[in-house]
């Protein structure tokens, strides 16, 4: 019995122990709100933010002072022939000449008078044979022959070049009509002409002749190819009509060519037009 009395104190005194500890431990009350700290020292810089949007745009600076004078650029290209002229003013007379002698011309008269007959005739052929025979056509200053052999642009290109000439050129009113009136005469509709697109990159296209000169001043455009052109191909056609039209460059089709004239030739034309006036 006294085993038991002390066994129940025993477990009394352990739970009233027990129980102080856990109203100690899980009972706490918060203390009054401090008074407020020192303010710290400035921190480090941070890292750089990204770039922001852009400003609206400034307004116009004002503008800057002419340049000085540039390079000369390079010659351009040779101009069409001008028109002739009017005639100049009659220069003074020359010196009295020195008395002929006499001579019996009568019959070199005759001779001269016959070669002038056989020049003529010989001239009329020469234009039979250009005309009918070749079928050529002609200006002061150039040949025209339209080849009926169907090839490609590439292939009239140096087929022309080959039989010493380029591709027809038409840099003129009076040329293109010419051309045209050619090839609708000899029954075609339309043939190949020395004028080609040249791509200039990001800026667009250009045209260019066969002869590389920039295509400038006359052009004969389709009134679709203005409102509409055809960007992608790069040859050009002539029409009988006389209007120009871009075309696959691997289509086959006839072709005129152009030859010059002989400069000596045309120097003594003139030079005869010139002694005969």
């Not at 480090?44 to 540039?70: C, F, M, R, T, Y």
């Not at 009659?90 to 011309?105: I, Q, S, V, Y």
């Amino acid at each position: 019995m006294p085993r038991l009395l002390v066994l129940c104190v025993f477990v009394a005194i352990f739970s009233y122990v027990s129980v102080s500890i856990e109203v100690c431990t899980s009972s706490l009350i918060p203390g009054a709100k401090g008074d407020q700290g020192e303010i710290g020292d400035d921190g480090d810089q941070g890292k750089l933010g990204k770039n922001g949007p852009p400003g609206l745009p400034g307004v116009p600076g004002e503008s800057g002072l002419k340049g000085e004078l540039g390079h000369t650029g390079k010659i351009g290209p040779t101009g069409d022939r001008g028109d002739k002229g009017d005639k100049g003013v009659d220069g003074p007379a020359g010196l009295k000449g020195k008395p002929g002698t006499m001579c019996d011309c009568g019959r070199y008269r005759k001779v001269v008078g016959q070669l002038d007959i056989n020049v003529g005739k010989l001239g009329n052929a020469v234009k039979f044979v250009k005309n009918v025979v070749l079928g050529l056509r002609e200006t002061e200053e150039r040949y025209y022959l339209l080849v009926k052999e169907p090839k490609r642009f590439r292939e009239a290109s140096m087929n022309c070049k080959l039989r010493g000439g380029n591709l027809a050129m038409p840099k003129s009113t009076n040329i293109n009509r010419l051309m045209a009136d050619y090839v609708s005469q000899a029954g075609l509709t339309r043939v190949y002409i020395g004028v080609q697109t040249q791509t200039k990159g990001m800026d667009g296209s250009s045209h260019v002749y066969a002869d590389s000169t920039p295509l400038q001043g006359f052009a004969s455009w389709s009134q679709e190819e203005e409102l509409q052109p055809n960007t992608n191909s790069s040859c050009v056609e002539l029409l009988s009509t006389g209007t120009w039209a871009h075309v696959e460059c691997e289509a086959t089709m006839f072709f005129i060519c152009e030859f010059p004239k002989s400069r000596r030739r045309r120097g003594g034309r003139e030079a005869a037009a010139s002694s005969s006036s």
